[in-house]
């Protein structure tokens, strides 16, 4: 296997997923810290850009203050099979954080950004198959215990900080502070609240436009916040509706995983029952 030389920068952090697993809320706040930068862009260098070598990667760094503590967050490198190893090899000692939620819905949530996206467009029951799915990212994406295991040969568990959707929901500051000290900076109260990153509840431009605008992203950037931008942009964004999840499709995901659960349950020390036959029409973002 090939190997690329280790990048001059030396991230002390890197959140590696799970995707749509509030991964980005954590991202965000800790943006706000004055004594931590991170990329805006999820570098994903590690897992898909790889073969754009370490100056691609070394770039996304090149605006951080002097003293601080770097880190990045790339939500895919959890599950992608060499990212561990990748990471391992140029960084052996850099900290780790890892977020999870409930795979059932991490996989719905998954599978609704792809929507709202155009990537699919059939309802659930057509992707959340164990078997034959066109997009096998869906299901293999919430096998944590399998992908875990991968990461736990390769770094020690000192380095690794896991922590659950769950609790960013239910001890948010609590969650925070957690991370703040693992990474090895002072905690700070939590910032930026006004709303909830990437939640499928949120207004989004029809997706015809949003392909058509798709050129013009990095021009409209900078406008973004402005009240008269917002509220032009406003008059045309509309609430995606999504195919629901059937109880019986929520119940053959349920068994899907559950093996994996027991054995994550393991590897962390943790009961994870309340992941455990939710029996409800899960419409999570």
């Known amino acids: 296997m090939t190997f690329h030389n280790m990048p001059n920068v030396q991230p002390q952090f890197i959140v590696i997923g799970a995707i749509k697993a509030a991964t980005t809320w954590i991202q965000k706040q800790l943006q706000t810290h004055p004594g931590i930068f991170m990329p805006d862009v999820e570098p994903h260098y590690f897992s898909s850009e790889y073969h754009r ?7 996304l760094f090149r605006l951080a203050p002097a003293g601080v503590v770097l880190g990045e967050k790339s939500a895919d490198y959890l599950a992608h099979p060499l990212a561990a190893e990748r990471i391992a090899r140029a960084y052996p000692d850099v900290k780790l954080l890892v977020q999870l939620r409930n795979p059932v819905d991490r996989a719905y949530s998954d599978y609704k950004m792809l929507y709202r996206r155009g990537t699919v467009r059939e309802g659930p029951e057509h992707y959340l198959k164990a078997r034959n799915s066109s997009q096998p990212r869906l299901l293999a994406g919430g096998r944590y215990a399998e992908h875990l295991s991968r990461w736990m040969k390769l770094f020690p568990a000192a380095n690794m900080l896991t922590f659950l959707f769950e609790d960013v929901r239910q001890r948010p500051q609590e969650t925070l502070d957690l991370v703040c000290r693992h990474i090895g900076v002072q905690p700070q109260e939590i910032r930026a609240q006004a709303r909830r990153e990437n939640d499928s509840t949120e207004q989004f431009l029809p997706l015809s436009v949003r392909k058509a605008l798709a050129p013009l ?11 008269w931008f917002e509220a032009t942009r406003g008059l045309m964004t509309r609430q995606v509706s999504y195919p629901p999840m059937s109880l019986a499709l929520r119940a053959e995901i349920e068994r899907y995983y559950a093996d994996d659960i027991d054995k994550l349950e393991e590897l962390l020390g943790r009961d994870l029952g309340q992941w455990r036959h939710r029996n409800l029409s899960s419409n999570a973002a």
Do not use: D, I, V
Request: hydrophobic fraction near 20%; avoid cysteine; charge should be positive.
């Open 53 to 59: 070598g370490p100056t691609y990667y070394e770039g």
């Open 217 to 227: 992203k990095g021009a409209f950037a900078p406008l973004r916040g402005q009240r």
